[in-house]
């Protein structure tokens, strides 16, 4: 372990390529996104979040998620995943050659109503035929929980509910399973409070940790988790992202923040940090507006 306790490694996923850019209002080309990803792959990123095969009219930027899959240089050690709602998009995943897929819920009914038109317990049959699909595919499936930390339709979610939601994810098979803060309602109190919750109930969870910035929290969370053990994180370069489902889930936590800050504790991430922020001056030449990473803008504390 490194000082106070804190893993001595880290795992980040970066998720800029999929959740960053899905929340794009300006439309990003088809080169712009290989080229980002690739960038990505060079900076020692062990996980990428590449793509999402979705319904284009659900989320249109990722209409083309097959062109980018299949033109993207792949490297070997990189694990390549990409997010899938239901058995097509599994079936998809598959058919390309995917290294993993995530499959999502919610911790409530009103958010994911919203996403994908049916309640939590409902969407249990997209999470089972997700699992059988990739099963047979033989490709390791991650479960993602919204709204963990609070829900922008029906506020504070109680940490048993968490838990709850969590218990029938490991039912369908799955133990992975990322927690996330959707709309940036997460605080170091709540982030707490749900960890341990989970710790007592279900130890045996590897447990990713998805945190927005979107009211500036999202770095504190972050130690907080990892004070209590947590050694799996999203990040999404330059701070990209959000929710298209929920208004104001803005900025993803930045990897280039997260970078930064886990170097200057002695815990390991294997990433270079210049390359990431190489990575994260492409992102800002298509992106639309500032991107709201800190270390972009400002360079690391000793150049």
Known sequence: MSQAGYPSEVIIREVGPRDGIQSEKAEVGVADKIRLIDALSATGLPR???VSFVSPKAIPQMADAREVWAEIRRNPDVFYSALVPNRKGAEIAAAVGVDGVQVFTAATDSYNLKNTGVTVEDSLTRVRDVV????????????????????PYEGDV??????????????????????????????PRRVRDVIAALQAEAPEVTLN????????????????????????????????????????????????????????????????????IAAGRIAQSFIEGDLPGKVLKAGPRLS
Do not use: K
Not at 139 to 146: A, D, N, W
Not at 213 to 226: E, H, I, K, M, Q
Not at 240 to 252: D, I, K, L, Q, V
């Open 158 to 187: 109680p940490p048993g509910r968490v838990v709850q939601v969590t218990r029938w994810l490991i039912d369908e098979g799955i133990t992975t399973i990322s927690y996330g803060d959707t709309t940036g309602m997460g605080t």
């Open 209 to 276: 940790m998805h945190f927005h910035d979107t009211r500036g929290t999202g770095l504190a969370n972050v130690l907080t988790a990892l004070e209590m053990g947590v050694d799996y994180f999203d990040a999404s370069v330059g701070g990209m992202g959000g929710s298209p489902y929920a208004e104001g889930a803005t900025g993803n936590i930045a990897t280039e923040d997260l970078v930064h800050m886990l170097d200057d504790m002695d815990i390991s991430t294997g990433v270079d940090l210049q390359a990431l």
């Open 132 to 151: 059988a699909v990739a099963t047979a595919a033989g490709i390791p499936v991650e479960g993602t929980i919204s709204t963990a930390f609070g829900c």
């Open 48 to 50: 990428i979040e590449a």
